[in-house]
């Protein structure tokens, strides 16, 4: 059933890096058919794309043109015929674990692929009237806590002493509070996240610059159909499916009381619609895509487990360095700036994608 109601069409010239992945995979069969032209940028890397091969469910419709963003050549040559009126950024490398070891990968493409972007632009003498970028809810680092008596705090990174420690949580009883753009100020603690706040930054200040419009949305933990099950860095969503389906039991990391946002695909791209089809009446709108509940991955994986009669899940005490201990968010604000709200219950997005699974196994 199509996400799209008939107000929102794409309509124009679209184009969209990283548009052969999950999410824009998911978008282009949403709205690549009512755009004058939908043109995916995509170096279809192998990590996420097996054998270097476009997905197959990527519509007729979209023209795909393999490169590279951090190719000031590929860029040119794309920018300069199509002079894009919109153009969706969810070109980026996503490994929170993985940026600690291959941070200039994440540098290059995050950072330098943005602003190899915004020079093609100026290369070709074009402005295009919006930008939408999909950043994420890392660039919020721990968020603000809450004290036994009220009072808040904004916590640094749990440093590799206090982890190995077992030391999970911040302060004696405090509490995690739901992040929003008005409430937490951004605090990564993670390469990944502080590339995804450069973009935010970088973007920001070319558009108010060029007096051309931004919509920014913070992604809590997507997942859904489509999703790589090649990549080794994906989603735990995915990962708990394939080690419940072959019988495995689940290893929970930490204690197994991590939270996090897990919003399913389809509620992304209805955003993602939402903001294409109505852009921002001032210069930059920032808003926060979840599914505004918390779920614990012990809770997570109990669900999946169930689901194929898989062993019961087990803790590890193992951890991530540059992990967050909870992420979720308030998605109050956003429902009254776009037309959209989330719908996809975390029961039935699980179910749907272990159906999903089941196809490509």
């Known amino acids: 059933m199509s996400l799209m109601s008939s107000s929102q069409r794409a309509g124009g010239r679209v184009l969209v890096t990283g548009g052969a992945g999950f999410i824009g995979t998911t978008l282009a069969r949403e709205l690549a ?5 939908w043109v995916v940028l995509d170096n279809l890397h192998p990590q996420v794309h097996p054998g270097s091969q476009a997905p197959a469910d990527l519509p007729d419709s979209v023209d795909l043109r393999v490169g590279d963003v951090t190719s000031a050549d590929d860029l040119d040559a794309t920018v300069a015929d199509l002079r894009p009126d919109t153009v969706v950024h969810l070109a980026a490398e996503t490994g929170t674990a993985q940026s600690l070891s291959e941070s200039t990968r994440h540098g290059m493409v995050n950072v ?16 295009p009237s919006h930008f939408v970028l999909t950043s994420s809810r890392a660039v919020y680092g721990e968020g603000v806590w809450r004290n036994v008596d009220g009072s808040t705090f904004q ?62 949305l913070r992604l809590q933990n997507v997942y859904g159909p489509r999703q790589s099950l090649s990549n080794p860095y994906t989603g735990i969503v995915s990962l708990f499916s394939r080690l419940a389906r072959d019988g495995q039991s689940i290893p929970l990391y930490e204690d197994g009381e991590i939270t996090r946002d897990f919003v399913h695909i389809d509620d992304v791209v209805s955003a993602l619609v939402a903001a294409i089809a109505h852009k921002p009446a001032d210069h930059v709108r920032t808003v926060d895509v979840g599914s505004g509940v918390r779920t614990t991955i012990g809770d997570l994986a109990r669900e999946i487990a169930a689901y194929h009669s898989a062993p019961d899940p087990h803790v590890t005490g193992q951890y991530r360095d540059g992990d967050v201990r909870h992420a979720s968010c308030d998605v109050e604000v956003t429902l009254r700036t776009l037309d959209w ?15 999903w699974i089941a196809t490509q196994l």
């Open 33 to 37: 058919d009512s755009a004058e032209q």
């Open 341 to 355: 709200k989330p719908r996809v219950s975390l029961r039935e997005g699980v179910a749907g994608l272990q159906e």
């Open 155 to 216: 916590p640094g990174l749990r440093t590799h002493a206090q982890l190995e420690a077992g030391t999970w949580d911040h302060g004696d009883g405090a509490a995690h509070v739901p992040n929003t753009v008005d409430g937490t100020h951004p605090s990564p603690i993670n390469v990944y996240g502080a590339t995804k706040l450069a973009q935010e930054q970088i973007l920001s200040a070319w558009t108010g610059s060029h007096d051309t419009r931004l919509s920014i």
């Open 112 to 127: 330098v692929g943005t602003t190899q972007l915004l020079d093609s632009l100026t290369r070709a003498g074009h402005v």
